[in-house]
């Protein structure tokens, strides 16, 4: 099946052929690729920021490239990319992922032994001159998997950064980011947040509860002000002072069906071939929320210092290619219009 007879269900796509792995693994890679380097160029991220930013997207592609080795000969089952306003992997897939690699050496032991299947391969290549069964293809890349897959890559719900100084020119002395899947959204988040020590404390006594805090506080997407508010209280040793959270999607292309209009564009400019079917826009928004002063609250030894938090603040960007963003102009005129900026322009996926 080629890529021009991808039919999706409602609310999810199956990659049930090679090809759909390989187009789909190549256009989120690419896609992904595209945006480090554009964020960067129009400054949208500090220089550190910008660090953390790829540091993430890394993961991220190397999880999908897990599951592309991971399904690409599975007769049993398929890899699910979310189609609500995602166009990521299911959030589960991350989770076999994991799962799977925590018992790595249990399935290898279940697998053929490398010398017998090149012996098998040759012999059925080379004097029987027959096509290798798909059954022991799955073997190879299943070995292959969990031989060049390292857990400890692999895009969790929370991945936490250290805790380290805030550059020059930053509100505070200290900095941290994290990064979040949301199980309900099905895209990943990154997040950055700047702060100050109180008194004499020292980051050492106190990281862990940072840690801690920030997993189980900023794990999902809520109000930028609502998780600003919750850090703030349960971590009465630091002051934060800027929030910044980094919405990652959705990625618009032919395997999504969504209300987004964006997507829908794209789906109906790919359906009237207006536009190839590898045609793509990624989504972008970025939120922030900063002290603007403190009030105190509570008794004489029950005070509790807490930050007066800013409106948030929420920048809309949309990244596609030159012709992509001509149609979008035409066909969604009012969504161009509430971006922070124009469609970022980047590089169309190469044809195959």
Partial sequence: ??????????????????????????????????????????????????????????????????????YMYDDEDNMKVDLTESGFPNYLEFRYLFNDLELRDQYLDKLTPIPVLQ??????LLRKKQPVKRSRLFQAASISYYQSVNKNYIFNRFVQSKIIEA??????????????????????????????????????????????????????KMALDTMAYGIDKKLPNIYPKLIKRIDLGPLHNVFA???????????????????????????????????????????????????????????????APHRVIQMLYSKTQEVMNQLAKPPIEISSLPSK
């Fill in 1 to 70: 099946m080629s890529v021009e007879h991808i039919v999706t269900p409602l609310d999810s796509a199956i990659l049930d052929s090679k090809e759909h792995y390989n187009f789909y693994h190549d256009m989120v890679d690419f896609a992904l690729k595209e945006l480090i380097v554009s964020v960067q160029r129009n400054a949208l991220c500090t220089k550190q920021e910008i660090i953390f930013f790829k540091q993430y997207c890394d993961l991220l592609m190397y999880s999908i490239e897990a599951m592309r080795i991971k």
């Fill in 119 to 124: 012996e098998e391969f040759l012999d059925t």
């Fill in 167 to 220: 550059p020059e020119g930053a509100p505070s002395e200290l900095m941290t980011s994290w990064s979040f899947f949301d199980v309900v959204l099905n895209r990943p988040f990154i997040c950055f947040m700047y702060f100050d020590l109180k008194g004499s404390n020292r980051i050492e006594d106190i990281k862990n509860d940072i840690y801690e805090v920030l997993k189980a506080v900023g794990d999902r």
């Fill in 257 to 319: 069906k969504d209300e987004n209009k964006i997507t829908h564009a794209i789906l109906q400019g790919i359906g009237k071939k207006e536009i190839p079917v590898e045609s793509y826009a990624m989504s972008l928004e970025i939120d922030e929320v900063g002290s603007n002063g403190d009030f105190s609250k509570g008794g004489y030894f029950s005070k509790q210092t807490f930050q007066k938090w800013s409106e948030p603040t929420k920048e809309k960007y949309v990244f």
